[in-house]
C-alpha cells in the first residue's frame, strides 16, 4: 500500500536536498539548466509522460518557474539552485502528488546526469527534507536564507549574481512582489533587498562559526 502523502494542500515547505558526499552535481550550468527545466515540467498535472521521453517528441522551452503557471501542483515561492544542493519554498496547490513530483524530478535528474557521465547508483543524499512553514516571520526568514545562499558560501559577493536563485527577479520585477507574492508580506522591492541584503554578514559569521564548532 502506497504511503499517503503527509504534505497539505494550501500549507508552505522549505523542501531541500544534497548530493552524495557534496558532489558537485549542480555546479555546470548546463546541468542546473537541465534540473530547472525538469522541475518545471514535473510541476504540472498535465505532463503524463517522462520528461526524457516528452523531449524525445516536443522540445520543452523552460520559462522561469518563479512565475505561477495554470495546472501546477505547487507555487514556487523562493528557489535557489547551489552547486551540491537545492533549496525550494513551496506552497502546495495540488494535494496528494507533492512527494512523487519531487521523487519524480530528483530521479529524472539521476538518469540524466547517470548517464552523461557513464556512472551508476543514487545521486542524492537521502530522501529530500520539507519543514512546514507555520508563521510570516518564518517564511519572510527562510526565503532571505534561501536567496542568501550564493554570497554565504562566497560563491558571489551579491546575491543577485546568483544565476540559478529567484533573487534577481524579486528585487527588479515590482509584479512578483506585487502581484504574485501575496504570501510574502514584503511587497516593495527596495525593502525587500534591504532585509535580505542587511544580513549578508551576520549569515556569513554563523557558516563560520558552525564549522569552527563541528570540524
Known amino acids: 500500500m502506497k504511503r499517503k502523502d503527509k504534505f497539505v494542500e494550501g500549507e508552505i515547505y ?3 536536498n544534497k548530493s552524495i558526499s557534496g558532489y558537485a552535481i549542480l555546479r555546470n550550468l548546463d546541468n542546473a539548466q537541465r534540473f530547472l527545466n525538469t522541475f518545471e515540467y514535473y510541476n504540472s498535472s498535465l505532463n503524463l509522460k517522462s520528461y526524457s521521453q516528452s523531449i524525445r517528441t516536443t522540445k520543452f522551452e523552460y520559462k522561469n518557474i518563479i512565475y505561477p503557471l495554470h495546472n501546477t501542483l505547487c507555487k514556487i515561492l523562493a528557489y535557489c539552485i547551489m552547486p ?3 533549496h525550494f519554498l513551496l506552497k502546495i496547490i495540488k494535494d496528494g502528488s507533492f512527494s512523487k513530483f519531487i521523487g519524480d524530478v530528483e530521479n529524472s535528474f539521476t538518469r540524466y546526469f547517470n548517464i552523461k557521465f557513464d556512472r551508476k547508483g543514487p545521486l542524492w543524499q537521502n530522501s529530500f527534507k520539507a ?3 507555520r508563521s510570516n516571520e518564518q517564511l519572510l526568514h527562510v526565503s532571505r536564507y534561501i536567496h542568501l545562499n550564493p ?3 562566497r560563491l558571489v559577493e551579491r546575491p543577485e549574481d546568483w544565476i540559478f536563485s529567484s533573487y534577481k527577479d524579486f528585487i527588479t520585477d515590482k509584479k512578483l512582489l506585487n502581484d504574485f507574492m501575496k504570501e510574502i508580506s514584503i511587497n516593495d522591492i527596495t525593502d525587500y533587498k534591504k532585509f535580505v541584503e542587511n544580513n549578508i554578514e551576520y549569515q556569513r559569521d554563523l557558516k563560520r562559526i558552525k564549522k569552527f564548532l563541528f570540524e
Do not use: G, K, M, N
Open 84 to 86: 551540491d544542493h537545492y
Open 14 to 16: 522549505h523542501v531541500f
Open 151 to 153: 554570497t554565504t558560501s
Open 131 to 133: 519543514v512546514e512553514i
